[in-house]
């Protein structure tokens, strides 16, 4: 099982099993690294895979806005001011992720981040906190955007835009469940716009995209 920003130890595990073995693999979706691990370490294997075109939930609103990357930080803000439930907010990489976090928690919001180089306990008490509301918004890295047992996330907001409709859909997937509404907002740089739109195709339906207009 590939998810969650495991591979490392998946690999460790593999190296230290027998040669006569049965293996199987199983991923979410199949990126070139992926696609390397398993033709290493299967030997002529059945293939078996879920046709994509997944939609997001139904019960998911959203929102789009072009956004300047200087102005992001502020709305974020604004965003988090308004709502009064949990919140993820997606970040694209680690290092983004842990300074993101520091910022927020020096404008006074309790917030825990979540990214892939946590240790097993560490990653517990960030989700423990989110799950308690002890830390209503959790800034995460894509290992939150699937296999993560969190319910009652009121919004989700892509503070920067996924690599593929796949990871758009799992990340807004993390609102909506279990017949609860929610509310997915996502953020677009002007120089994100043609990414946007691959995204969108992907997704099979046009989403209203506006101009982000902050309070005045």
Do not use: C
Not at 135 to 161: C, F, H, K, M, S
């Amino acid at each position: 099982m590939l998810d969650k920003g495991f591979a490392r130890d998946v690999e460790a595990i593999l190296d230290r099993t027998p040669s006569e073995r049965q293996t199987a693999l199983f991923s979410a979706t199949m990126p070139k690294w992926v696609a390397n691990t398993a033709k290493k370490h299967l030997r002529k294997p059945e293939r078996v895979e879920i046709v994509g075109g997944v939609q997001a939930p139904p019960t998911v609103d959203h929102l789009v806005y072009t956004i300047d990357k200087a102005d992001k930080i502020q709305a974020l803000q604004t965003l988090l001011d308004a709502g009064d439930g949990s919140i993820i907010v997606f970040g694209r990489t680690k290092h983004g992720v842990r300074k993101l976090a520091r910022q927020l928690d020096s404008l006074g919001y309790r917030v825990g981040a979540l990214q892939g180089n946590l240790k097993q306990n560490a990653r517990e008490r960030v989700l423990a906190n989110f799950r308690s509301g002890a830390a209503p918004v959790l800034v995460a890295t894509n290992v939150a955007a699937r296999g993560l047992d969190i319910e009652g996330v009121d919004q989700v907001v892509n503070y920067d835009l996924p690599d593929s409709q796949q990871l758009f859909t799992h990340r807004v997937g993390r609102t909506g469940r279990m017949g609860r509404s929610g509310e997915a907002i996502t953020f677009v740089t002007p120089d994100e716009v043609r990414k946007w739109r691959q995204i969108e195709r992907g997704l099979g339906h046009r989403v209203t995209r506006e101009p982000w207009r902050a309070a005045s």
